[in-house]
């Protein structure tokens, strides 16, 4: 066992003790410049293995590399941005993404994760609040951008899926500038890389304390706003999942598939940035609902690591044609984004023989926090335990430490923490505690052998297949509508999704109807936010100050 070491707190790591061997109390990222490293390095060392599948197109890590830095090259160039500038990117899991991550970030810009399936309304608020100069979006979802930002025009780099297969030859033709076309407003993604690869490009000075991603969450109150995470959260980060999971990586024919979508950090961390730290090949799945596609692509790949959420462990325990496949590539299966259920482990491992484990984390976080070691899969009401370079302290309504055994906020602290909101200087400080832990607002409680259990989560906040949905922001919406007076959001219990919304509204017309507030809905709201109940009540329930208590329409 591992001897515990001293955190930055006042609690022993006493967690460290459940570490297997190899894993190390503390991360070295030393020697680290950028996130890019990581690519650099993989190009590096295996040029021409396999670096990223997706709908039976490849990139090896060399093309990875050479496309990245076209892309590069355009954005400063080209398109005339600066370090430090801002770019959004607006696509499902195409090989285009890692080309456009790794391609902003060793151009010194921050990226900016957008949802491919936000409307109008959400674009522009996120376009709005990071202030990104261009948009790289996907060929369907050029619908809901804006013709302009603030007044000025909304440059755009259009992606489309039947580009992919010509990836690996653009990384490879020669390309003269009399062949390019004119520049505009709206340039394809074929036509930025091939002017990319015209111009004489040198990777700029990117350091570790620069902004690498503005992150969009409802962070600890429900506001939408971005964590600032920079190069050295993401490298931190990294070399966490990179120590932990590292042990079943050793063979050289490990396989990952990247199913939650990259713009969530989940998938981002996994999908970008751990699977080309091991230099593995990565499979991108662009539809995570699309189960007859994950299974054929489990079949002709043969995933040895999956990272999922509770919900698609349970849709696939379902799905009959993936309960047919061979599992015996299966090493390792990690759920995140929503505590896994008893039930749904024990039919994973029933059918896989592959241990179902839970982690824990969050996006202000890169988002790693805790996960279960292998040896004590058995612990399925607990998080595991925290990661190296981790300190977690629980606090009581006091801010003083809880005892072992007794329920308190989650604060976290560590090298992949962010370093705060995006112009929320105020909301930054009360998300911090004096002596730097990170406020999560979920209740927890740690037991003597250092494992996490999760007692309660955000107060109001509600997770749709394991996505937060900030409540604050369906009320706001539904209220649009001319028929109602006020309303209140909460979660219910729900077998496919896990919670699902549910809205309680005061009508000023009886003939208003959930059909039509639910169409209401979708017009504004992503899928996964568009509630699925609707209750009409004379009056909503509320404080003495007039707060609405949605704990008493629970």
């Known amino acids: 066992m591992n001897e515990p070491s001293q955190g930055a707190g006042s609690m022993k790591r006493i967690w460290q003790r459940q570490y297997q061997e190899g894993v190390p109390a503390d991360i070295d990222i030393e020697g680290y410049r950028s996130a890019v490293d990581f690519l650099t390095r993989a190009a590096d060392a295996r040029p021409d293995e396999t670096a990223m599948v997706c709908l039976g197109s490849t990139l090896s890590y060399r093309e990875l590399d050479t496309l990245s830095r076209a892309f590069a090259g355009y954005l400063l160039d080209v398109e005339g941005l600066h370090a430090g500038d801002r770019v959004a990117i607006m696509l499902p899991n195409l090989l285009h993404y890692p080309v456009v991550v790794f391609g902003a970030l060793r151009a010194g810009l921050t990226l900016v994760n957008l949802n491919p399936f936000y409307t109008a309304r959400e ?14 979006v996907a060929e369907s979802a050029l619908d809901v951008v804006p013709a302009d930002v603030d007044g000025r025009p909304c440059r755009v780099v259009v992606a489309a899926a039947d580009e992919m297969p010509s990836f690996a030859q653009w990384a490879r033709q020669a390309v003269t500038t009399a062949a390019l076309p004119a520049q505009g407003e709206r340039c394809r993604f074929k036509d930025a890389l091939l002017k990319g690869r015209t111009v004489a490009y040198r990777d700029p000075v990117v350091t570790p304390d620069m902004n690498a991603f503005l992150q969009y969450t409802g962070g600890t109150t429900g506001k939408n706003k971005a964590a600032i995470l920079s190069h050295r959260n993401i490298i931190a980060n990294t070399r966490i999942m990179c120590d932990w999971f590292g042990a079943d990586f050793t063979r050289g024919d490990e396989c990952l598939v990247t199913v939650l979508p990259i713009y969530h950090i989940m998938g981002l961390a996994v999908g970008c940035f751990f699977s080309v730290a091991m230099t593995r090949k990565n499979v991108l799945i662009p539809n995570p609902r699309d189960l007859e596609h994950f299974a054929d692509a489990f079949r002709a790949h043969r995933f040895t690591f999956l990272l999922g959420v509770n919900t698609l462990f349970n849709a696939l325990l379902e799905h009959e044609p993936f309960r047919a496949l061979d599992f015996s590539c299966l090493r390792q299966t990690i759920g995140a984004g929503a505590q896994v259920e008893a039930s749904v482990a024990r039919r994973w491992f029933e059918l896989t023989g592959c241990h179902l484990l839970s982690a824990y984390g969050l996006t202000e976080a890169s988002p790693s926090v805790c996960a279960t070691p292998p040896h004590a899969f058995a612990r399925r009401e607990s998080v595991g335990v925290p990661f190296p370079s981790t300190d977690i302290k629980l606090l009581d309504e006091e801010g003083d430490e809880a005892p072992i055994g007794t329920p308190g906020e989650i604060t976290v602290k560590g090298p992949q923490v962010m370093s705060g909101y995006w112009n929320r200087p105020e909301e930054t400080r009360d998300t911090f505690t004096a002596d730097g832990y990170l406020r999560t607002g979920d209740i927890g409680m740690l037991d003597k052998d250092g494992f996490l259990s999760i007692v309660d989560r955000k107060k109001d906040v509600v997770l749709v297949s394991g996505f937060n949905v900030y409540p604050n ?4 919406v539904i209220s649009l509508h001319d ?7 909460i979660g219910v219990p729900d077998e496919r999704t896990g919670e699902a919304l549910k809205v309680f509204v005061v009508s ?13 809905a979708r017009e504004h709201l992503t899928a996964y936010k568009v509630p699925r109940q609707f209750e009409f009540i004379d009056a909503l329930p509320k404080s003495p100050v007039g707060k609405v208590l949605r704990r008493a329409l629970r």
């Open 508 to 520: 000023r017309r009886r003939e208003l109807t959930a059909d039509v507030l639910q169409r209401f």
């Open 123 to 136: 674009v522009l608020f996120n376009l709005q609040d990071s202030g990104a100069s261009l948009l790289v």
């Open 483 to 489: 028929a109602v007076v006020e309303c209140a959001c």
């Open 473 to 476: 922001e369906i009320e706001a």
